[in-house]
């Protein structure tokens, strides 16, 4: 008998793909007015089943219903008009639209045959301004941030007036501000007798968002009940099967060296973007230098600027105290500088080829020998970075674009320390991973730090920043308004320099 009290009910899903189980047996109740959040690491069956939810898979076993009506078999546009919206994972903008054609698409007002532009534009802005997104209807979307798309996903999903919402990973890109936004949203929705599903890696999220959490692992259901029955270390266990007793293993013990790096004076013209402006620090041997500040700050700007991505108007860049001329990414890598940027899918792997041609992107000189490639090389390098990373991965001949976001981040690294890298920026290095994942990462970074590599970590992830720094810089409109040692950190004082001018 169907549960008439909820607005959605899975019944012993199961869905497979060649070679791999994905959801085994999975039921789910989900109720009108709540905000049900779905836990589990990556490769646990998460986004599977809100596919499934969503109309993009169909389940091979088990039965779905929606207002108490079975629903198998139904697509996404079906899924629209019965009042189901989703915000994927994965966001697939239309680059040469505007904002307001993303968030009307396929559903845009009319004046006769006509799309009335004027009104939608209208709407569009009325829409952002009520959810304090600080963009225009008008402008078009490849102008904005990773970040900046996802909060127009968000807008996109609450326009559609749903009855059930399902958020993956909407968190993922944005800052704690634009957070609180969006859980302001959630509440307004939940007023609305609205049903939200969230998914989120932010355990401290779960516990201010969630009022029934359900814990998957290998695609099999875990555990079920209200968020008042759970603390993080039982979340933890639950999700992983283990207990992972320090999320944060920072090594306050690694001795800092002598500068390795230093920058003064780097400014970009608004000709150029126009992002930073009369930024000076500098990184020792050793040293996990933390950035932070809110979406907007111009941290990734600065980083892509001094990795030679994008073009800098004035200042020096100094490695061991010889001036670098950084014109190009290869300038850098010459130099030992490695870049993990934030789009790891977008600037850091190619999806579509496997495991061993990724790793072995960045160095393919190296594996050259008279004319050809040393494929067998390849795999012996690929091997002790597999056991070095804790890479799973079956086979090197995998597609990338079958791993996990923690296994995917690991490859990006090993292409990186595979050469002779020195310094390392990691921009959101556990941006969209599990927490299993994210302790993996934490751990390798204290390991480079003791190997004497220095390392930038950007973060919008405060508890990182606090936790695996040993110095942070705070930006606010391109601008640094402060510099904090270890003994100084809290998220009061980043907080108070993310929101003051210089």
């Known amino acids: 008998m169907k549960d008439v009290q909820c607005i959605l009910e899975l019944k012993s899903i199961v869905k497979d793909f060649p070679g791999v189980r994905a959801l085994d047996g999975v039921s789910i109740s989900i109720r009108p007015g709540s905000v049900h959040v779905i836990c589990g690491e990556n490769g646990a069956g998460k986004s599977v089943m809100m596919k499934i939810i969503d109309g993009m898979y169909c389940p091979d076993e088990g039965k779905l219903y929606f207002k108490g009506k079975e629903i198998c078999g139904h697509t996404i546009n079906e899924s629209r008009k019965m009042g189901i919206a989703m915000i994927p994972q994965e966001l697939n903008p239309i680059w040469e639209m505007t904002v307001a054609e993303n968030i009307f698409l396929g559903r845009e007002p009319k004046s006769g045959l006509f799309v009335n532009f004027k009104k939608m534009n209208a709407d569009a802005n009325t829409l952002l301004q009520q959810l304090n997104i600080p963009y225009k209807a008008t402008q078009k979307m490849k102008e904005l941030s990773i970040a900046g798309q996802q909060l127009i996903e968000i807008a996109k999903a609450i326009s559609m007036s749903a009855e059930l919402i399902i958020m993956d990973e909407p968190t993922s890109a944005i800052a704690d501000h634009e957070v609180e936004i969006l859980f302001q949203q959630i509440r307004m929705l939940k007023a609305k007798n609205v049903a939200v599903i969230f998914i989120t890696h932010r355990l401290e999220e779960i516990f201010q968002i969630a009022d029934e959490i359900t814990v998957i692992r290998d695609g099999k259901w875990i555990s079920h009940g209200p968020v008042t029955g759970y603390t993080v270390d039982k979340l933890v266990s639950h999700m992983v099967g283990r207990d992972i007793n320090d999320h944060f293993p920072k090594d306050c013990t690694v001795p800092i060296g002598e500068t390795v790096l230093e920058v003064k004076q780097l400014t970009q013209d608004s000709k150029h973007g126009g992002r930073f402006k009369n930024i000076s620090f500098n990184l020792k041997k050793g040293e996990i230098l933390g950035f932070a500040g809110l979406i907007g700050a111009g941290r990734s700007e600065l980083m892509r600027a001094i990795f030679g991505l994008d073009p800098l108007t004035s200042g020096e860049i100094f490695l061991n105290g010889k001036r670098l001329k950084i014109r190009h990414p290869n300038d850098a ?8 940027s934030e789009d790891r ?8 080829r496997n495991v061993h041609e990724n790793i072995s992107l960045v160095n393919l000189k190296k594996f050259v020998k008279r004319f050809f490639i040393d494929d067998k090389n390849i795999d012996k390098e690929a091997q002790d970075m597999k056991e070095l990373l804790q890479i799973k991965v079956s086979d090197f001949k995998v597609n990338m674009g079958t791993l996990s976001g923690g296994n995917q981040q690991k ?38 730090a003791r190997e004497g590599m220095s390392i930038i970590m950007i973060s919008s992830e ?7 720094s040993d110095r942070v810089i705070v930006m606010n409109n391109g601008q640094i308004t402060g510099t904090l040692a270890r003994p100084d950190f809290s998220q009061e004082k980043i907080m108070k320099l993310a929101t003051s001018e210089v």
């Open 333 to 340: 890598v010459k130099e030992g500088i490695a870049l993990v």
């Open 345 to 352: 899918k977008t600037y850091g792997l190619v999806l579509k």
């Open 411 to 448: 490859v990006v690294l090993a292409k990186w320390i595979i050469g002779n890298v020195k310094i390392i920026i990691l921009d959101e290095p556990t941006r969209g991973i599990d927490v299993g994942a994210k302790a993996e990462i934490h751990r390798l970074m204290c390991k480079f």
């Open 462 to 468: 405060l508890p990182e920043v606090l936790g695996m």
